[in-house]
């Protein structure tokens, strides 16, 4: 293996997600019987997945949909599409969710799905054709009061589009709140699409407040420039924080006077341009080496597993404030920690999207929908109570940021848990 490679089980989310799962219910003193109930996922679902090819021949999808519980309310949680989802990768982003959706105190529990298939090589009419036979297999396990997707890395409006249309047609109603992440037109929320990045910059706003920074005295770094990337990096700049250094999967491109973001954001998504060919100055380098480049804020906010034991130490940003679901191994907590790095965790850094996601559901259920100035202010105030819950537990326990939201969420999923009793 080369040398700056981690080991291969430090690299399994679903370990990772365990591991911090363990430190927060042990330091809780979780009952031993809860404990065994919610360390498992409740339902895991596989699907072999039959598509009709464009060419003609019959190809074979495999998809999973993780319900890891449902005891604060529906599942929720985002579809992936990409080459090397795993059912691991699925079981642990489905226990992320629940532990997100309580951090933030909204009443869902945590679920996830997934098809191992590379996006970027289907036509549209083969996504289609996948998406929707993924959801007609799941129907019967979908619902606003059952299971409630999302788009995650490689879907997006579009995909849920199809999957509430799919959906409708096997109930025979129009159900909008079956999917949240929908075009507006078809139910879905203003403030959606930016409100994961405008998520990581209400936590970034309140960290430096507490590290006594300003704005303009911000370099930012972000690894991912799609949703959450690009939109943290376009609500940034647009506040005043200097966004120095953006990386897509190609490649990252670092330049010390800052860039333009909205000029960015037109090159790679109106001109369909690479990201590291944007023509701003500055250095070339590979995607992850973003992450270490001298900064204030670093936001990793593309996959899992970029800060690890062998390049963690190389971390130079005051505040890690992570867009990404699992992009630190939970073996380079400790060292991020040594370093004094002030983290903000996944379950908190990126709750943005699953609390305006809640509000398109309470949205789509009374049919009526709310300006973009009021869901970004309910979002302020979600965020800003949140991090301030997460902030104070770890001190009040003596822990870091990550075990704090860990130790809030199990906690109340626990309560829950205990006031519904077992159903036996
Ligand atoms: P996306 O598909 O819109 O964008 C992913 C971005 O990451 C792209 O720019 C891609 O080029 C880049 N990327 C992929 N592989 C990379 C690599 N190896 N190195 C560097 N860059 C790479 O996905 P997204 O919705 O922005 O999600 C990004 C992350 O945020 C995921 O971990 C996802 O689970 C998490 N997340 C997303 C949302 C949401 O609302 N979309 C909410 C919470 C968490």
């Known amino acids: 293996m080369a040398a700056n490679l981690a080991a291969p089980q430090e690299l399994n989310v679903y370990e990772n997600a365990e591991a911090r799962f363990e430190v927060a219910a042990k330091k809780l003193g979780l009952e031993e019987g809860l404990y065994r109930y919610l360390k498992y996922p409740n339902k895991e679902i596989t699907i072999y997945i039959p598509i009709s090819m464009d060419s003609g021949h019959l190809e074979v999808f495999i998809g999973y949909r993780v319900l890891h519980s449902t005891v604060r309310g529906p599942g929720k949680g985002g579809i992936r599409f990409a080459p090397d989802v795993t059912l691991d990768e699925i079981r642990a982003l489905a226990s992320w969710m629940t532990w997100k959706c309580a951090v933030v105190n909204i009443p869902f529990g945590g679920a996830k799905g997934g098809i191992i298939c590379d996006p970027g090589k289907l036509s549209k009419s083969e996504l289609e054709r996948l998406t929707r036979r993924y959801t007609a297999e799941l129907s019967e396990w979908l619902g606003p009061e059952r299971d409630v997707p999302a788009p995650d890395v490689g879907t997006g409006e579009q995909t849920m589009a ?11 109603q129009a159900t909008t709140a079956v999917v949240t992440g929908k075009p507006i037109e078809l139910g879905g929320s203003a403030g959606r699409r930016e409100a994961t990045g405008r998520g990581v910059m209400m936590c970034c706003d309140k960290a430096i407040e507490k ?14 420039f799609g949703n959450v990337g690009s939109m943290a990096a376009l609500l940034m700049n647009l506040a005043g924080y200097k966004i120095i250094g953006f990386a897509d999967v ?19 998504y109106n001109q369909r341009r690479p990201l590291a060919d944007f023509p701003a100055g500055g250095a070339k380098m590979p995607a992850n080496e973003i992450l270490f480049q001298p900064c204030e804020i670093a936001i990793p906010a593309a996959i899992e597993n970029q800060i690890t034991t062998k390049n963690a130490a190389r971390v ?15 073996q380079a907590d400790s060292i991020l920690d040594g370093k004094g790095v002030f983290t903000i965790p996944d379950i ?34 979600v ?24 130790m809030l969420a199990i906690d109340r999923v626990a309560r829950a848990l205990k006031l519904r009793g077992i159903y036996a």
């Open 211 to 224: 590290l006594g920074l300003k704005r303009g005295d911000c370099r930012v770094v972000v690894q991912g």
């Open 162 to 172: 199809w999957v509430m249309d799919t959906y409708a047609m096997h109930v025979r």
């Open 316 to 330: 130079q940003a005051r505040i890690l404030c992570e867009g990404a679901n699992g992009p630190t191994t939970w």
């Open 383 to 406: 965020m800003e109570h949140s991090f301030d819950e997460v902030v104070r537990y770890a001190e009040t326990h003596g822990v870091n940021n990550r075990i704090a939201a860990y």
């Open 348 to 381: 908190l850094g990126n709750a943005g999207g699953v609390t305006v996601s809640y509000f398109e559901w309470v949205q789509d259920r009374q049919g009526f929908f709310w300006r973009e100035s009021e869901v970004n202010d309910r979002l302020q105030d």
């Open 250 to 268: 190609h490649g990252g491109l670092y330049n010390e006077k800052g860039f333009d973001v909205p000029k960015a954001i037109d090159w790679v």
